[in-house]
Structure formats: C-alpha cells, structure tokens
C-alpha cells in the first residue's frame, strides 16, 4: 500500500511538474522540487529526501532549491535538536497566483469590454441590415464569467490571508 501510494505521489510529482515549468516559467528540476515540496505537505522534506527521490545531484537540488527561495515559492523551518532543514510551500505563492490571475482577468475584461462597445457603435451606426450585425452576447457572457470568476477567486484569497485554510 505504502509502495502504491508513493507511485501516485511521483506520478503526481511529474505530472504537476510539467504543469508548473510552464506556468511558473520554471525549470524542470526546480518544478518538480515545489511539485514535490507540495505534495510533501507541511510537515516538510529534506533535502536530503529530494535528492533521493528526485535522482537528481546535490548541486542541482541545491540550486534550485536556492532559486525557489529567492522567488518567495518555498521556506523552511527547523525541528529542535534536528540541523535539517525541512523544506514547505510558501503561503504567498499561493496569493502570488491568484493575483496574477485576478490582474489577467482584468485586462481580459477591459479589452472585452472595448471590442463589445466598438461592436455595438458599429451596429448602430454603419450596419443595417439585421443578418450582418455583431452579435454581442458572447462578450456579455464572457463579462458576466470573468467577474463571477473574480469574485469568486477573491473569497478564496480572502480565506487564504485570513488562515481559514491550513494549506
């Protein structure tokens, strides 16, 4: 059971690890370390587990983990009695993400906004017949889901910041 569920957990490591190299802009062995350091939870790891379970050298664990630090993506904390470092996910990377996504659901909005005002101007004053016109219900919806999405988002960033989760 034990051997199966770590399987999951590095499959998983890969699988988010891709995900956050593009997302994050990150390299390989640097996305699968805060892949790992993520689903490690908050009891931490080592590094010296990761350069175990990543087969990866001491240099590049060490890099990287480095380059993770000095990106506010992870920290770390140590046990009384214990010279290990035990590696965790940073809040504000959480809080980081979904500020980039709020700021880039505004600008999608603003531009929709522009294009679906342009559109209706042009409807009403260069185009008659009917059959030829914009429609605009597309960026109506698209709007109303951007700032449902927001508003949304917003709640979960509240919760973060005010520690209703223990993440």
């Not at 175990?52 to 050298?57: G, K, Q, Y």
Request: charged residues 35%; hydrophobic residues 35%.
């Amino acid at each position: 059971m034990k051997e199966e569920i770590c399987k999951e957990k590095m499959a998983l490591v890969e699988k988010l690890g891709v995900h956050l190299e593009n997302r994050e802009q990150l390299a390989p062995v640097a996305a699968r370390i805060l892949a790992y350091i993520i689903l490690t939870g908050k009891k931490g790891t080592t590094f010296e587990d990761m350069v175990t379970v990543l087969c990866a050298s001491k240099s590049t664990i060490s890099t990287h983990l480095n380059h993770l630090q000095d990106l506010n993506k992870i920290q770390y904390f140590t046990k009384t009695g214990d010279r290990k470092k035990y590696f965790i996910i940073k809040k504000d990377t959480i809080i980081q993400h979904i500020d980039k996504m709020v700021s880039h659901w505004d600008e999608e909005r603003i531009i929709h906004l522009e294009i679906k005002d342009y559109k209706e101007t042009i409807n009403n004053t260069k185009i008659e017949k009917e059959d030829e016109k914009f429609d605009l219900n597309f960026h109506d919806d698209y709007i109303k889901f951007i700032d449902e999405a927001s508003a949304s988002i917003k709640d979960l960033r509240i919760k973060i910041t005010d520690n209703q989760f223990d993440i």
